[in-house]
């Protein structure tokens, strides 16, 4: 056994995720968290196409705790996308840094909107649910949360809903104003 090794059989990818449609903007919504996520808040995920050795780079900013007074931390990241079609694939590969490539599984997307996603780890120990809005409907979700048990053998052990709260300050200090609607805004 390796030192990745998983007691699971690695996720069942989306058939399809067109990789240009992909690219923008993601609010955590939900997170198995890996250590660097445990608090975060205001979790926010930049997708843009590379020219360099790489495919995609990744700008996941957060507040370390509390969404409008803890500091600010950024964790960029580089992408691959997996596969003989780098234009449509759910298989990506991310280095979270140096020359560590992990798997990134793409395990539920809104095929038609590109609305929200759901990202697994094959040790079933990490996932994301992420939408292009820092709010999602309750109804769905619950329902991703129940795919990640029904589809992907998930338990919901350590999965923490994202506290994602913005002022008009924070949104633009951060360059969301376009994607942060005023009617998702609080007063400080």
Not at 143 to 150: E, I, N, Y
Request: charge should be neutral; proline fraction near 7%.
């Amino acid at each position: 056994m390796g030192l990745f090794a998983s007691k699971y059989p690695p996720l069942q990818t989306v058939p399809s995720c067109v990789t240009d449609k992909f690219m923008g903007t993601w609010f955590v919504i939900g997170v198995k968290p890996t250590p660097f996520e445990t608090t975060c808040s205001n979790a926010v995920e930049r997708y843009t196409r590379s020219n360099a050795s790489h495919d995609i780079d990744i700008d996941f900013q957060y507040n370390k705790s509390d969404p409008l007074a803890s500091p600010l931390k950024s964790f960029p990241q580089r992408g691959w996308v997996q596969g003989p079609d780098k234009e449509n694939s759910g298989v990506w590969k991310v280095s979270p840094f140096g020359c560590i490539r992990l798997r990134y599984p793409i395990i539920e997307i809104d095929t038609e909107d590109y609305q929200w996603v759901v990202v697994g780890a094959d040790g079933r120990q990490y996932a994301w649910i992420m939408s292009r809005s820092p709010v999602m409907d309750d109804e769905l979700y619950n329902s991703l949360k129940q795919k990640l048990v029904d589809k992907h053998d998930y338990t919901l052990d350590g999965l923490r809903k994202v506290p994602q709260r913005w002022t008009r300050e924070e949104r633009s200090k951060r360059n969301l104003v376009n994607e942060i609607p005023d009617k998702y805004l609080v007063d400080n």
